[in-house]
């Protein structure tokens, strides 16, 4: 045998062995595998991506497209274009009076997604704590773990309409706990909470001396007279929030996977650190298509937000009028009816709807325990599908009830 030639090893591990157990251990997207189900099937209408329906505004689109053609292919500085980062300093200190240096205290960043990635990887060691509330969006908890930290869960419940509350979160506090994890307007309820409902949150971050991770995605998608308050701009939580935003749901633009994330300039730079080696930066004609949003915009949000009010109403009413309880949602695009009644489990219902009645849903549980015999279902679809959609739910909510 050859002295360069290893042995041979005496056993051969699986394959699947040489993942990482945190990574072995990881369960699938719920959301995903009834995305891929539905795709096999014809004449389903689907309620399950969380994606606006409305194609990019035509001005955003362009000015991703002059960029391309004045060669703007290159790569921009690690935290995004300055110009746009200026925007979303302007945008956010004009909305919600929170101020940000662009230069050291913003990133540009490919989706909200990556942002939450990035942060949690730059704060957390590893067996630190993270509270975070459920029903919540699927990645939280599985990033959280990636991350080295241990994803500690408080369960909201219906009669609060999903808000988690100060007191709820205070119990969950430990020697080992680093940050709070809020994700409000909540995907996949709808959840707002109140000004007085965050000081009180606020008022346990400072006296335990926490970080908090605040995901605002949905903060343009608010209803009924709500008033989104961002974490950052209430008494003294400048200093100890990390705030994530993006352009997907209130600009229609998710596939051009553009986010931010802003934060003190302490922070950032162990957030800039984990984005420039992960990343290095965001795509540039979608920096470009979302600087072009900011710029242009607003009457295109305020469109689709008043079309999404019509689609809410409609689904919320209809739900309750076919006996499957549904609190009114005051934000983002969903819908997250009790499904109970049936006498089905939220999975089961489900999947026989999608193969009975061509409707998808997802089911609550994919979101954590808390969503137990729940479904989500996203109004960010056309109207008239909507009214097809909730008269086979109908249907077969009827049908279950009588068999």
Known sequence: MSVHQPA???????????????????????????????????????????????????????AAVASLGHGETHYTANGGMIELRTKVSEHLAGRYGVTYDPRSELTITVGASEAVDASLRAILDP????????????????????????????????????????????????????????????????????????????????????????????????????????????????????????????????????????????????????????????????????????????????????EYERRRTLMTQRFNEMGLPCFEPRGAFYCFPNVTSTGLNDETFAQRLLAEERVAVVPGSAFGPSGTGYVRACYATAYEQIVEAMDRIERFAKRCREG
């Open 127 to 306: 067996g630190d704590e993270v509270i975070y509330h459920d029903p919540c969006f699927v990645a939280y908890a599985p990033l959280i773990q990636l991350a080295g930290g241990v994803a500690v869960r408080v369960a909201t419940r219906e009669e609060r309409q999903f808000r988690v509350s100060a007191e709820e979160i205070g119990a969950a506090i430990t020697p080992r706990t680093k940050a709070i994890f809020l994700g409000y307007p909540n995907n996949p309820t709808g959840a707002v909470l109140e000004l007085d409902e965050l000081a009180a949150i606020a008022e346990v971050a400072a006296r335990h001396d926490l970080l908090v991770l605040s995901d605002e995605i949905y903060d343009r998608l608010v209803y009924a007279g709500h008033r989104h308050v961002a974490f950052s701009s209430l008494h003294q939580m400048r200093e100890r929030t990390i705030l994530i935003g993006g352009f997907s749901k209130a600009y229609a633009m998710t596939g051009w996977r553009i986010g931010y994330v802003a934060a003190p300039a302490a922070l950032m730079s162990g957030i800039a650190k984990i984005h420039q080696y992960a990343i290095m930066c965001a795509p540039t004609p979608a920096q470009h298509a979302a600087m072009a949003a900011l710029e242009t915009g607003e009457p295109y949000v305020l469109e689709m937000l008043n």
């Open 8 to 62: 041979a090893p005496s056993t051969r591990r699986p394959t699947e062995a040489f993942l990482a157990e945190r990574v072995a251990g990881l369960a699938p997207s719920g959301i995903r595998r009834f995305f891929d189900m539905l795709n096999e099937m014809r004449d389903v209408i689907s309620l399950t991506i969380g994606e606006p329906d409305f194609t990019t505004p035509e001005p955003f689109t362009q």
